[in-house]
């Protein structure tokens, strides 16, 4: 029997030209990852900060901005509103394509006064501000708070609600305004913190989602008149501060893989399960 042996440059020919015809692998996360959806993250020096840009054409008909709470209503119509779920949970359940923490909230204490918060999921919560998922207003402010609100006719705006509007369509609670008409909102809190931030550009036609890692040594977190800076140079003419610390999380679904992944890091070291989440749908034909 003769035994034939392939010439070496041979084999690497045909390695080569299998490498070449094959499908170049998108790099996560893209910088458009979904249509009418932009992305990028910087890393900077002195003092060391990681931020996640996101920025949001409110004008495309193909995306949904959202609002949903975690779990369940624990206590139907007693003091608390859910339970809390990881945001991405929350984005998997919905279908969110991406997704940060909400409103600042409050959960049910442990059976000791002198026992920790306990953040996992399933414990009772409940938001601090208003509330709007799908139409459906399920949290009322105790006084007006600055909110980005998503109405029926798809305007988008930031402004102080206490209690949602009947025409609202979603809407999501931070605790101060940090750029208003396009001036920094002056605070004399100067504490840095992990943050979740939003803002619109003046025509309300952009919506820049800001996430800032902080509490550890890749990153030292952001005051809030450090965000107002940075918000307007994103362009943006109004911005609200929402929830952070802990909570403050960036989730991207993966196109390639159709897993959502956690693209800060989290003070945590993991995601904290929070009260409700912003998410964006964008619509796709792999869609199920």
């Known amino acids: 029997m003769m035994t034939i042996t392939r010439p070496a440059t ?71 509103e859910t339970t809390l779920m990881t945001p991405t949970a929350v984005a998997a359940r919905d279908g969110f394509d ?26 009772w919560a409940n938001v601090v501000g208003p509330a709007v998922s799908g139409g459906r207003a399920w949290s009322i402010g105790d006084r007006p708070r600055p909110s980005l ?32 008409r396009g001036n920094i909102v002056a605070h004399q809190n100067q504490d840095k913190h992990p943050r979740t931030v939003l803002g619109l550009n003046g025509q309300r036609t952009r919506l820049v989602i800001l996430v800032v890692d902080g509490r550890q040594g890749g990153s030292s977190g952001m005051s809030y008149g450090e965000l107002a800076s940075e918000m307007i140079r994103l362009g943006c003419q109004s911005a609200i501060n929402l929830d952070g610390g802990g909570s403050t999380v960036m989730v991207l679904r993966d196109p390639a893989t159709r897993r959502w992944r956690v693209l800060n890091q989290p003070s945590d070291g993991q995601e904290r399960p929070v009260a409700n989440v912003l998410g964006i749908t964008a619509a796709r034909a792999d869609r199920r």
């Open 149 to 180: 609100v998503v109405r029926a006719t798809g305007r988008v705006a930031i402004e102080r609600v206490a209690k949602p509007p009947a025409n609202a369509r979603a809407i999501v609670a931070g605790n101060v305004m940090l750029v208003e």
């Open 10 to 80: 041979l084999f690497v020919s045909s390695l080569l030209l299998a490498l070449w015809s094959a499908p170049l692998l998108a790099v996560f996360p893209a910088e458009q990852p979904f249509p009418g959806v932009r992305y990028h993250q910087e890393t900077r020096q002195s003092p060391p900060l990681r931020l996640f840009v996101a920025e949001v054409d409110v004008t495309n008909p193909r995306l949904r901005i959202r609002v949903s709470p975690g779990g369940p209503d624990p206590d139907g119509p007693g003091a608390w």
């Open 98 to 123: 991406l997704a940060v923490n909400g409103d600042f909230f409050s959960i049910r204490k442990p059976p000791t006064a002198t026992a920790a918060p306990v953040y996992q999921p399933g414990v």
